[in-house]
């Protein structure tokens, strides 16, 4: 079982970004803590981070080729992007919508995302601990 994680626009500066909402711990930390939890689950990782969309949608694509699911921080493309959920779409893998800081209770136009029609799950508002229950929601899904 291998999983892809994809990271958005801005997430390769956490623990510099504002480190109010989105915490001290760098993208490093975030990759370490999700090997970690993985390490007795049977399940290998693909991370990947960028700031422009269509180097996602290159990335998803590439999913298809050997990767069971999709762990996805779509960051800012999140309220604006079209292009991500198509490409989730198009390869039909089950991808969970991950955000560190709970999207309700800030500037409204955060409020919509254009990703979670296109996944099987939206966690958000629990920091770091989302992932981990994305890779649990990816993996009762694959059951
Ligand atoms: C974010 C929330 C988005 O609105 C924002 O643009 C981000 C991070 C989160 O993880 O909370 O870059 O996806």
Same mark, same amino acid.
């Given at each position: ?78 309220? *604006? @992007?079209? $292009?991500?959920?198509?490409? &989730?779409?198009?390869? #039909? ?9 709970? =999207? ?10 254009? *990703? @979670?029609? $296109?996944?099987?799950?939206? &966690?958000?508002?629990? #920091? ?9 929601? =990816? ?5």
């Amino acid at each position: 079982m291998k999983f892809l994680i994809i990271n958005g626009p801005n997430m390769n500066m956490l623990g510099v970004r504002e480190p109010e909402i989105y915490g001290h711990k760098t993208l490093k930390d975030l990759e370490a803590v999700i090997w970690a939890y993985c390490s007795d689950k049977g399940v290998d990782l693909e991370f990947f981070q960028s700031n422009s969309e269509g180097a996602i949608v290159d990335a998803i694509q590439e999913a298809l080729k050997d990767d069971d699911g999709i762990i996805i921080n779509p960051a800012a493309y999140t309220h *604006t @992007s079209i $292009a991500i959920p198509d490409a &989730i779409k198009a390869v #039909g893998l089950p991808a969970v919508e991950v955000h560190l800081s709970d =999207l309700n209770s800030r500037e409204s136009y955060r409020k919509h995302s254009f *990703t @979670s029609e $296109a996944c099987i799950a939206t &966690i958000m508002g629990k #920091g770091f601990d989302g992932y981990l229950e994305a890779v649990d929601t =990816l993996l009762q899904a694959l059951k």
